[in-house]
């Protein structure tokens, strides 16, 4: 043995790849040398912006709001993105039930997931201004739009969970003349119990980042609209960098929550 790694020959999807990868090197190089700064100076905008993530970040302080009114801000966002999590999840398990290709017929899967695709191609801010056509903006309008966007998310996840469920199982049921609510109720929802809480879960995350943004998108409310008014309104760094820390602490929380149960499904999958 020599101790070299032999170089694999270029194939043309490699190639292609690379080339891929060179132009997109280019363009991007290219927009910043042609990037028109409107006579801005550059260097002391930069400077600024360090000054500004300084202040934003270690300097928080709340001078609009009190910390109680902080919380409820932050309570309603929450609020926000477990509902329409729920309202989402609640119809998604039994479209994912008629979704799968081992539980329901192959022309109904078919449909459902080509309408969930077209649900989850438009992004949930579109969906709650469609809404808000109809309901104005505010709390309604984000929740309809963001429960929608949420059923096609957890549809099709559920779905691909439900197929994972051993088929052995559900054949022998069925060979034993257990009917398909049988088959559901002893295989499909016991077997794939730990992926559905971990989907749903996410979701929930995914609600709540979204939650922030509608409140200033869609005058939503909660801690976004905050936000949205000491950033736009009250032009106050300060108070910007203490929201947006209350913001990260929740989703650090969330993400430690997810990772736990994470944690907790594998465990129990490999016990089992």
């Not at 600024?48 to 934003?56: H, P, S, Y």
Request: aromatic share 12%; proline share 3%.
């Amino acid at each position: 043995m020599t101790g070299t790694v032999p170089r694999k020959p270029w194939s043309r999807s490699s190639v292609i790849l690379g080339l891929v990868f060179f132009v997109f090197a280019a363009v991007t190089l290219g927009g910043f040398v042609l990037l028109d700064t409107k006579g801005i100076d550059v260097g002391a905008a930069f400077a600024q912006t360090g000054k500004d993530l300084v202040t934003l970040f270690l300097h928080p302080a709340a001078t609009h709001f009190t910390v109680l009114e902080a919380v409820g801000g932050v309570a309603f966002t929450l609020a926000l993105g477990l509902l329409t999590t729920v309202f989402g999840a609640v119809p998604a398990v039994v479209g994912g039930l008629l979704a799968a290709r081992n539980l329901g017929p192959a022309w109904l899967s078919l449909v459902l997931r080509a309408f969930v695709s077209l649900i989850r191609a438009v992004p949930t801010v579109l969906w709650v201004l469609i809404f808000a056509i109809g309901a104005g903006l505010g709390s309604v309008a984000a929740v309809v739009g963001m429960t929608f966007h949420s059923f096609g998310y957890l549809l099709k996840a559920y779905s691909e969970a439900f197929e994972e469920v051993d088929q052995g199982t559900i054949e022998a049921l069925r060979a034993s003349g257990a009917s398909w609510t049988s088959v559901i109720a002893q295989a499909a929802i016991p077997g794939s119990l730990p992926s559905l809480l971990s989907w749903t879960f996410l979701r929930f995350e995914i609600n709540f980042t979204t939650a922030v943004a509608m409140g200033a998108a869609a005058g939503a409310g909660g801690v976004g609209f905050d936000l949205f008014m000491a950033a736009g309104y009250y032009f106050n760094l300060r108070e910007v960098g203490a929201i947006t820390w209350a913001i990260l602490i929740v989703a650090a929380g969330l993400e430690l929550g997810a990772t736990r149960l994470h944690e907790a499904n594998r465990r129990s999958g490999g016990a089992a």
